[in-house]
T-cell receptor
């Protein structure tokens, strides 16, 4: 089955700096890669996703890149703000047309220091 | 985006009792819902896949007689923790796949339910 590894487990950055979180996956058939933000005591919230037919996707301060050959994808947050502090999870799945569920990474605790 | 609602958001119960958690898709139909368990500072662990009108599919190591899942309608799935024990204390989260004639693979999560068994 799919295995997703996520690094780093914790990340502290100064407000205004960029943050990068990286994930690798094992199943080359995976084609859907979402990123979730989870605040304390709440459920995960989808912040951005990417499908295997594109290499990069951007939404304001958040961007995700995908390298299918190397089987890794990354989340980039620019101009970080204190409200970006949360746990971020990457995930992978076969996506559309499949009943397979998401496989999550282990999470990254991001702390943005004011 | 689509909204998934969980209830209750937190519950405290005595050991040996049963607790029911509801997961509702508020503005869309969800033929498939998923139940996860999350321990502090850990990732989400899939417990089972719930399909409307059929039996749930449980992940390896998850006791189906202890964690009863019912998905009786396209907007509601329930998880019942039977004969709860302190080790069942955890954060339970559901998610639903939005279906609008095209399965995009996107999942939307509920806010989670914190269960504490005394």
């Amino acid at each position: 089955g799919e295995n997703v590894e996520q690094h780093p487990s914790t990340l502290s950055v100064q407000e205004g700096d960029s943050a990068v979180i990286k994930c690798t996956y094992s199943d080359s058939a995976s084609n859907y890669f979402p990123w979730y933000k989870q605040e304390l005591g709440k459920g995960p919230q989808l912040i951005i996703d990417i499908r295997s037919n594109v290499g990069e996707k951007k939404d304001q301060r958040i961007a995700v890149t995908l390298n299918k050959t190397a089987k890794h994808f990354s989340l980039h947050i620019t101009e970080t703000q204190p409200e970006d502090s949360a746990v971020y999870f990457c995930a992978a799945s076969l996506g559309a047309g499949s009943a397979r569920q998401l496989t999550f990474g282990s999470g990254t605790q991001l702390t943005v220091l004011p | 985006g689509a909204v998934v609602s969980q209830h209750p958001s937190w519950v405290i119960c005595k050991s040996g009792t049963s607790v029911k958690i509801e997961c509702r898709s508020l503005d869309f139909q969800a033929t498939t819902m998923f139940w996860y368990r999350q321990f502090p500072k850990q990732s989400l662990m899939l417990m089972a896949t719930s399909n409307e009108g059929s039996k749930a599919t449980y992940e390896q190591g998850v006791e189906k007689d202890k964690f009863l899942i019912n998905h009786a309608s396209l907007t509601l799935s329930t998880l019942t923790v039977t004969s709860a024990h302190p080790e069942d204390s955890s954060f339970y989260i559901c998610s639903a796949r939005q279906w609008s004639g095209r399965d995009t693979g996107e999942l939307f999560f509920g806010e989670g339910s914190r269960l504490t068994v005394l």
